[in-house]
């Protein structure tokens, strides 16, 4: 539909940004400002995820979004959250967290596909226990903080895409994440 995830999400996290800055108390460090990997060009993908791990740990991080647009044919938009094995208060914190920025994001009409967990089939916790599949929540579980993935819409989808399109709905998500993420 024309559009590219990293445009938009940058978008979304300055206006996120922007908003939380706002709120007394806040501090927000963001992993990329530019059109830039956070680990640079020759970096895996694996990599990325821990380089951007490592700025919330730099930090001491309360909190870290990982903000996406999702794809493959659905509507509208999910967030994960990280499990309760393992380190559960990071997991009850997750999920607390996706809740509200869950409620700020449905309240702009988008389909609710629900808050998540998923877990890996290869992986486990230095407990033993099955271990978070995405490598946002799980490495930032083993940091000692929750990872949140929220997907926004879907890029592939006209409706969803024709949503992404105007930078006023754009600056409305990252408003509604960063109310979420203050509540």
């Known amino acids: 539909n024309g559009l590219y995830e990293k445009n938009l999400t940058l978008q979304i996290a300055k206006y996120c940004k922007a908003e939380l800055e706002q709120y007394s108390g806040i501090e927000v460090y963001m992993t990329r400002e530019t059109d830039k990997d956070v680990a640079g060009s020759s970096a895996t993908a694996t990599q990325e995820l821990q380089s951007s791990v490592d700025v919330g740990k730099k930090y001491g991080a309360d909190l ?42 449905k309240a702009l009409g988008l ?13 486990k916790y230095a407990d033993g226990s099955r271990a978070d ?13 929750p990872g949140l993935i929220v997907e926004h819409a879907f890029i592939d989808r006209a409706s969803d895409a024709a949503f992404l399109k105007s930078e006023a709905n754009l600056k409305k998500l990252g408003v509604a994440d960063a109310t979420g993420i203050a509540k």
């Open 133 to 145: 599949y995405y490598g946002i929540t799980r490495m930032s579980k083993i940091a000692g903080f």
């Open 64 to 105: 870290l979004i990982s903000i996406h647009i999702n794809a493959g044919g659905g509507t509208g938009f999910e967030i994960y959250y990280p499990t309760n094995n393992y380190n559960a208060a990071v997991g009850t914190e997750g999920k607390a967290a996706a809740s509200q920025i869950e409620k700020e994001l």
């Open 111 to 123: 389909t609710d596909r629900g808050i998540k967990t998923k877990y890996a089939d290869s992986y």
